[in-house]
């Protein structure tokens, strides 16, 4: 498996592909995890997104926003190769990760996911103790301070406070909104590079929300973080870009498909975005 020296070899910067306005402020120099170029995602023969361009910024918060069923979940999941476990998923173009594209044959998917972290909407523990759900990928990376990493993990995820005397007791005894932390300790454990988060908060309080967001906030030192969100003032509080998808709808077939309408600063999206369909969903008159 090549990626890692790859990656190294391909890494370097490169300007961003989506357009800024000659008056918005550049976009980032520093680099992009990501470049995608012409994804399309098919569930058996039903097109559910489709050719979606665009580069996420290394060491920033990439939100994805969007009407339900525009393919968010979808197209955060072509980033670590989810997909192959979707049955009938099927994804066209080119994803790239650090310059190396992620669906050639040669790449281990395992891999993939390893460097490429995920959290999803609904929380997903494993039937073990709180401290062998984070424990989980260290060990299997052959780690020693699990005891460190655990507790690391479950600080920065803000639920260590709440089981710190009973990290033996078993993760499914926790509350909806513990286990969706603990499933963010879980991502945070293994160090990944990449962080892909569908909804993270949705079943959060809003003082957890707020810990979640500063997460988010600080794993930009050593992290890339992309969100979907439906929640517009956390798109607008917490991340450095947002991309808006829309459903195109085809009246005479009866299809829905996905695509991506722009991506921009998150001020620029909020504030003058380039599209008016953008304009429309952000001040809440669409979607
Ligand atoms: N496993 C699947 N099999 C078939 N169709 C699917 C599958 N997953 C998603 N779809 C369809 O693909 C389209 C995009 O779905 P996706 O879940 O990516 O949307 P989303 O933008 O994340 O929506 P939401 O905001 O409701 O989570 C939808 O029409 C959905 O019904
Ligand atoms: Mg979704």
């Known amino acids: 498996m090549q990626l890692a020296t790859a990656a190294a070899r391909l890494r370097r910067d490169r300007a961003p592909r989506q357009a800024a306005s000659p008056s918005r402020p550049a976009p980032t120099t520093t680099g992009h995890v990501f470049e995608v170029e012409d994804v399309s995602v098919r569930y058996g023969d039903f097109t559910a997104v489709r050719d979606v361009s665009l580069t996420i910024p290394r060491n920033e918060i990439t939100a994805l926003i969007g009407p339900s069923g525009c393919g968010k979940s979808t197209i955060l999941r072509t980033l670590n190769r989810m997909n192959d476990l979707v049955d009938d998923a099927s994804v066209q173009g080119?994803?790239?990760?650090?310059?190396?594209?992620i669906y050639a044959p040669d790449v281990d998917p395992v891999e993939v996911r390893r460097r490429i972290g995920m959290v999803f909407q609904k929380p997903n523990p494993f039937p073990k103790s709180i401290y062998d759900n984070v424990a989980f990928g260290p060990r299997l990376n052959g780690e020693r301070d699990l005891?460190?990493?655990?507790?690391?993990?479950?600080?920065?995820?803000?639920?260590?406070?709440?089981?710190?005397?009973?990290?033996?007791?078993?993760?499914?005894?926790?509350?909806?909104?513990q286990q969706q932390r603990l499933c963010i300790a879980r991502a945070l454990a293994t160090r990944p590079d990449v962080i892909l988060m569908d909804e993270p908060a949705s079943a959060l309080d809003p003082i957890a929300t707020h810990k979640i967001e500063d997460l988010m906030r600080s794993l930009r030192e050593t992290c890339t973080v992309v969100v979907v969100t439906h929640n517009m003032q956390q798109a607008s509080r917490v991340s450095d870009w947002t991309?808006?998808?829309?459903?195109?709808?085809?009246?005479?077939?009866g299809m829905r498909t996905g695509e991506l309408v722009e991506l921009d600063r998150t001020d620029a999206i909020f504030t003058e975005a380039s599209d008016p369909r953008t304009e429309a969903y952000v001040t809440g008159r669409m979607g």
Do not use: C, H, I, M
Not at 94 to 101: A, C, L, P, Q, S
């Open 94 to 101: 080119t994803v790239r990760y650090n310059g190396e594209d």
């Open 243 to 253: 991309a808006f998808f829309s459903v195109d709808v085809d009246d005479e077939q």
């Open 147 to 177: 005891d460190g990493l655990v507790e690391e993990a479950l600080v920065r995820a803000a639920l260590w406070d709440e089981v710190r005397t009973k990290l033996r007791s078993p993760a499914l005894e926790l509350s909806g909104g």
